[in-house]
């Protein structure tokens, strides 16, 4: 189980250097990777909940402000992190802050929203984290969240053909990596976008489904959360 974590950890050490070779227009103002200040998090994360047999691969698309670029866990409201997944680390700050997207860590007082609705799902599905995690992986497709000078969040799908190809080709190897290490049966996009990337990569014998995104920027999730996207989790079979 040991060697499996630690093929883990070591493809996210490289996704990490691959990301921060990369350079972008002035228009992204700050750039966070999680996988560098916020590795402490992530770490423990990987430490405590990937070992074993994965059945299915949840996947996200990058750090939300309140989320994962406070504690390096994919969706990873503080809340859920330390009072459902018993997690805490000790987080660091990005090269360049944004002074409306400070990063706190496990002091952050926000909530993200994401995080909160998605891990809250999977509490009422299955109790514990450990239930969960016993067949089950989150991660996230890419590491870096991208700020504007306004401090809002630009995605990876918003950048620039020249700046998301380069992106795309380190989160797809990285991603292609992680299906060789956990072998799910089947890979659940959390949202479209993710859903795209996990098709792009044509892995044989892998089931792919969509999960509704819980973002509150979907007028759906805000109407149907938690009912559709546990319709969705029954259709695919991963929810009795």
Partial sequence: MSSQIDAILQAGRQLAQSCDDLRFSAKVWAVYNAFDYAWPGYAAYVRRFGGGRKKTLFLG???????????????????????????????????????????????????EVSGRRLWGLFKDIHGSAEGFFTSAFVLNYCPLAFLLESGANLTPDKLSATEREPLEAACDAHLRAILEILQPQRAVGVGGWATKCLQRLKVDNLEIGTLLHPSPASPIANREWPQRPLAQLQAMGIVQ
């Fill in 61 to 111: 698309m990058n750090p939300g402000p309140w989320g994962m670029a406070q504690t390096g866990v994919p969706f990873g409201e503080i809340e859920a992190v330390r009072g459902w997944m018993g997690l805490e680390a000790e987080i660091g700050k990005p090269p360049r802050e944004h002074p409306k997207r400070i990063v706190e860590g496990f002091a952050c007082q926000r909530s």
